[in-house]
Structure formats: C-alpha cells, structure tokens
C-alpha cells in the first residue's frame, strides 16, 4: 500500500472524530438501543407476563401472587391480578397484557388475541401452572375492535405521523432555511416575523390532519377500524400534538447551522421516543421505574390518549390532561425557540 492511500486513510480517521455527532450515531447510539430494548425484552425483567383473572377461582390454584415455573428460567413467571371483564378488556387494549382467563362451566376460558404470538406461548405456560386443577380448558378468540394489533397499531402511528411531519417537516425545513441564507433574506424584506412562523404552523396542522385522515381510511377500508370514541377528542389531540411537537422543532432549528448537527439534533429527540413510547409494542414491557418516566414523554402522552379514543370510547372531557400537557410542552419550547431563534 503506498504512502498516498495510508495518509488518505489517516485524514478520514481524523476527520471521522472530530465530528462526535457522526461517533456518537456510528458507535455509541446502536449500543444506546441494545441496552434498551434488551432491558424492554431481557428475561431478567422479573415478569414474563401479566395475565388478568376475572370472576371467582380456586384460592388454590391461582392468588395475587406470582408464581415459579419449574424447569424455566428463574426470571420465568406469570403475575396473576384479579379484575372485572371490563378492565381486562381495557389492559388488552393498552397492550399490557396477550390474554386474560375467566371461570365458566366448571373450567378455564383464555380470552386471547389470535394475531398475537404472546398470548399464545402464555397460554401455554398457563396450562402448565393449572395442570391439574382447570377443569376443562378453552380458547376463545377475542375479535372485537379494539382488542386487535391493528388497532393498537394505526393510534400509535397517527402519533408518530404527527411527530415526524413536525420535526422534519417544520424543524429540518428551518435548517435548510438558513443554511440557504433564505432566512436572511426573509427577514430583510417587510415580512412579519410573526407570520412567517404562523404560516409554518397553519400548513403543518393542514399536513398532519391530511396524513391522519389518509392512514384512518387505509385502515377503515383495510382493517374495519372505526373511531369509536369522541370527534372532537381526537381533532383536539390531532391540534395538540402539532402545537407540541412544531414547539420542539422549533427548539431544536433555532441555532442550528447545518445540516449535519440538524439531523443529530432531529434523530436524537424522535428516535428514543419512537422506541420507548409504545408505537409498535407496550411499553409496558420495561421496568415499573422506566415506565413511570416513558408514560409522561410527550409521543407516549399523544399515542396513550389517541389509543383511548379508538379503541376505548373515550369522550372529549377525558383528553383535556393529555391535550393540556402537550400544549403546554409546546408552548414552553416554542418560547424558548423564538427567543433564541437565529436568522442568520
């Protein structure tokens, strides 16, 4: 290898680490992501599964306890919560738990979700807790809406839609504004400074009430997904989540000069969000400690309460916390924003 080529490859190295955004999205950030979903999916979590009992059983057989499968893993087990129908029906909702179990005729009934590979390996490590002791044993498939993946799903990605229209759309749109000197030049002619922002924030809500609308009909005509809680509940969350997210594209294009710091900036606020707010899995599968965190992030807060209104009937008055919230989140970063908004 002659000499031209090995200094070549030194200036790459150099210029590789004087960058520690580009070291910290090669190196550190895959690293970042192993750890998380391995502490969302690691048997070393404590619980297998959470399965909800409704109706009068065997104090002997199942309590409020958990219980160790012999020839598992010790981290292997199943928590067992009593509760209504109704509440079992609402936690397969939410994703927190694959099946829930009721007493009928002298045995078990599993209530499960067909599509969901979970509920069936659970179901399986159920029949070995109450070998014995079940009577009769039964599945029965729970189709209703609401109790499917699908519709777990397309709340999750309505929210994810709004985050990523926001940040790319309106905070990646800013850097390239002023990377172009066009941010210069717009703010030397008469325009309104006030209404160069507004316009932004009126086309975003435009953009995103367009995309929700789409993926809802996709998913009507695809999958028979029907609303079926409050109109107005959803369009204010759909408002809210704009204000939010368009405040914290705001923040992060406020200073930035090219584009390279933009798309760390960017991928550094949506990608942790994306993982850990429960779009295409519960996030009820880390930690209680990390739950009480991930449950206030604004993706979660948007997707929790989109999920509500689908899926659980949800009226108007039950999203004024989460539509309060995200507002004031993005009031508070669109404050900051323009304060340090930099032209040029």
Not at 7 to 32: T, Y
Not at 150 to 164: E, K, R, S, T, W
Not at 318 to 342: D, H, Q, R
Request: aromatic share 12%.
């Amino acid at each position: 290898m002659n000499n031209a080529i090995i200094e070549l490859i030194k200036v790459h190295v150099r210029s590789f680490f004087r960058e520690p955004g580009v070291v910290f999205w090669a190196v550190l950030f895959p690293v970042l992501m192993a750890w998380v979903l391995g502490l969302a999916f690691s048997e070393k979590s404590g619980v297998k599964a959470t399965v909800y009992v409704v109706g009068q059983l065997d104090k002997d057989t199942i309590t409020e306890r958990r219980f160790q499968i012999e020839g598992l893993p010790s981290a292997t087990v199943i928590d067992f919560k009593s509760a209504s129908e109704e509440e079992a029906l609402r936690a397969m909702k939410k994703g927190i738990i694959s099946l829930y179990i009721t007493r009928e005729q002298g045995g078990y009934v599993y209530h499960y979700d067909p599509v969901n590979k979970e509920a069936l390996s659970h179901h399986l490590l159920l029949e070995r807790i109450l070998a014995g002791n079940a009577g009769n044993m039964q599945m029965r498939a729970v189709t209703a809406p609401g109790n499917r993946y699908i519709d777990f799903l397309i709340p999750g990605l309505i929210a994810l839609g709004i985050m990523n229209s926001c940040l790319w759309g309106l905070g990646y749109n800013l850097i390239e504004f002023r990377m172009k000197k066009l941010l210069r030049r717009m703010v030397a002619t008469p325009m309104r400074k006030t209404d160069f922002f507004v316009s932004h924030a009126l086309f975003r809500i435009a953009i995103c009430f367009l995309e929700t609308l789409i993926l809802l009909f996709f998913a009507w005509i695809s999958f028979g997904l029907v609303i079926q809680g409050s109109w107005l509940g959803f369009l204010m969350l759909l408002l809210a989540g704009v204000i939010c997210f368009s405040g914290i594209a705001l923040l992060v294009a406020s200073r930035t000069q090219n584009s390279q710091v933009g798309n760390g900036l960017i991928n550094a606020v949506l990608l942790p969000m994306t993982i850990l707010s429960g779009i295409f899995f519960s996030y009820h599968n880390f930690p209680e400690w990390a739950q009480k965190v991930i449950q206030y992030l604004p993706l979660t807060v948007l997707a929790d309460a989109f999920r509500a209104i689908v899926n659980e009937g949800a009226g108007a008055g039950n999203t004024l916390f989460p539509v309060l919230l995200l507002v004031c989140v993005g009031l508070v970063c669109s404050i900051a924003g323009l304060k340090n908004f930099k032209w040029y």
